[in-house]
């Protein structure tokens, strides 16, 4: 069954100014809101599963959003880019003395898919217990690439979403990376088998979004170890190496046939031809126009 976040809230004084953007990945939903406060503002919020809530930008007030567990008025530090992970079931209040608007990113974790991910059990004190208010500048700057993958208009496919969501999710718990049973005297490595098993995978599905939990169940790892595997044996993380198997599909398509590069995007799994010819050029400096004119066969 799809993750869906259950939450319930009831708000006062908050109105929104865009239009709500969100992504799904594997046990992760982010959600970017931009919203105007009225001075007074509140809301009440419970949900059924555990949420980071991080404050991405704020304009016009010299006071933070306070939140509290108990609905009490509470001191806020006033600085920038704060946050708060909150457990499931626990209510929160919010409250904002100064009118302000603020940009801010929600993310929804559920528990037994990232245990399974992780290839450990989180259940019990790591995620029930509260962190409210605090500052974390390495999950700011996941949260900020989080947050883009969301609302930019050349998102990333969806392995790179899972891997910037797992290890903020690591970051956060700060969770230790154990290996599997066995593993341990080989280091975070994959064998030559399971590295050709993986990579020939990404080669013959390179035009589709691949999931992270596709490679690691390949590779008989969780997906946390089998991330630190691949670019132990690789050198880089597996979005790139399924990037760069994109690329090499679009070049073969350039050089081989007179294809209108709207074909090419669409074989090539791109949104549409000017996603292609962005990508293409932030990759390899040239256009497809004229990287196939230099390579005509």
């Known amino acids: 069954m799809t993750f869906q976040p259950r939450m319930t809230s009831a708000v006062e004084g908050i109105t929104l100014l865009d239009e709500l953007r969100w992504r799904r990945w594997n046990g992760v939903i982010a959600d970017v809101w931009h919203v105007a406060c009225a001075a007074g503002a509140r809301g009440h919020y419970v949900s059924r599963d555990a949420r980071l809530f991080v404050v991405l930008e704020r304009e016009g007030a010299r006071s933070d959003v306070q939140l509290s567990a108990d609905g009490t008025t509470r001191a806020v530090q006033r600085a920038p880019h704060r946050m708060s992970f909150v457990p499931a079931d626990m209510p929160i209040w919010s409250r904002i003395d100064e009118p302000v608007r603020v940009r801010h990113l929600d993310l929804h974790f559920h528990a037994p898919t990232l245990s ?50 797992l290890a903020l999710f ?15 005297s080989r280091g975070a490595m994959l064998s030559a088998r399971q590295l050709k098993r993986v990579t020939d995978f990404i080669e013959a599905n390179c035009s589709r979004n691949i999931r992270l939990h596709e490679l690691a169940e390949l590779a008989g790892l969780s997906q946390s170890y089998f991330s630190h595997a691949f670019k132990a044996a690789t050198g880089v993380p597996p979005h790139q190496w399924h990037m760069k198997a994109r690329l090499r599909k679009v070049q073969d398509l350039l050089a081989g046939r007179d294809l ?38």
């Open 170 to 184: 690591i970051d956060l718990l700060k969770l230790g990376r154990e290996a599997p049973a066995g593993a341990a």
């Open 260 to 297: 209108p590069l709207t074909e090419i995007a669409s074989a090539a799994g791109f949104t549409d031809q000017a996603h292609l010819t962005r990508t293409f050029r932030r990759l390899t400096g040239s256009t497809p126009a004229a990287w196939r004119r230099a390579h005509r066969r």
């Open 116 to 165: 399974e991910r992780l290839g450990e059990d989180l259940a019990g004190e790591r995620l029930a217990r509260p962190r409210l208010d605090f500052l974390d500048a390495r999950i700011f700057t996941l949260a900020q690439m989080i947050a883009h993958e969301c609302v930019g208009p050349d998102g990333h496919h969806d392995l790179y979403g899972d891997s910037l969501t």
